[in-house]
């Protein structure tokens, strides 16, 4: 988990609008192909979290040097909150994720594979939760490693597991593979998107292996038509 700054930010985003490179994403890497996982649409699930009923204790930020403005809220057996995008690479070393790639990289994840390696995450959609702290804990709301995640932005929902953790006052991260199938812009140093990204965690839900995307799929679509069938 990094922790990213707009003054950082804004730089890289000068230096490349100098290079005429922004017209294609903020990394100038063509922008991936969005995609759409399960049956339940992002319409449905978005209708049923229109309104809060906060559960944390206080509010986070999306970024080091933003306000305080994005509660966690509770419904319908599941949390969620309303956030940006950040993009966790951390995990095993890859030619897509690694300290060359990107400045924050660390080797490890807090929940690991099956078989005791660290996510790999420009192959795994996982999300990244805010570590235990007095605004909320995510252990004792339901909320575990390898617990289903119903990932929506831009009409498009791609179901991720609990995969890391995060600073204790900062929310809205998820790994490569997850902004990638979003279409958002994976890149780990000037990707992601800076809003519009609504986050479902579906309580007492765990995937096993944690690797194992598609039984994430099947799993989530489950828990999202039960989401928006309950009052």
Known sequence: MRI??????AASGAALLAAGLLPTSASGHPQPPS????????????????S???ISNG???TDEETSATVPVCGKNGAVFWKADMDIDCDGQRTAKCNADTDPWY????????SNGKPLRADTLPYVVVPSVSGTWDYSGAG?????VVAVIHDNQVVYAVVGDTGPQRIIGEASYATAERLGIDPDPENGGTDSGVTYILFKN???SPIENHGAAVTLGEKLAKEFIQNN
């Open 4 to 9: 990213r700054t707009l003054t950082l930010i």
């Open 143 to 147: 909320i575990k490693g390898g617990g």
């Open 35 to 50: 995609l759409q996982e399960g049956s339940v649409s992002a319409a449905d699930l978005l209708a049923k979290v229109t």
């Open 205 to 207: 839900s765990k995937v």
């Open 59 to 61: 509010k986070y930020r």
């Open 106 to 113: 660390q080797p490890d994840t807090a929940f690991h594979q």
């Open 52 to 54: 809060c009923s906060q």
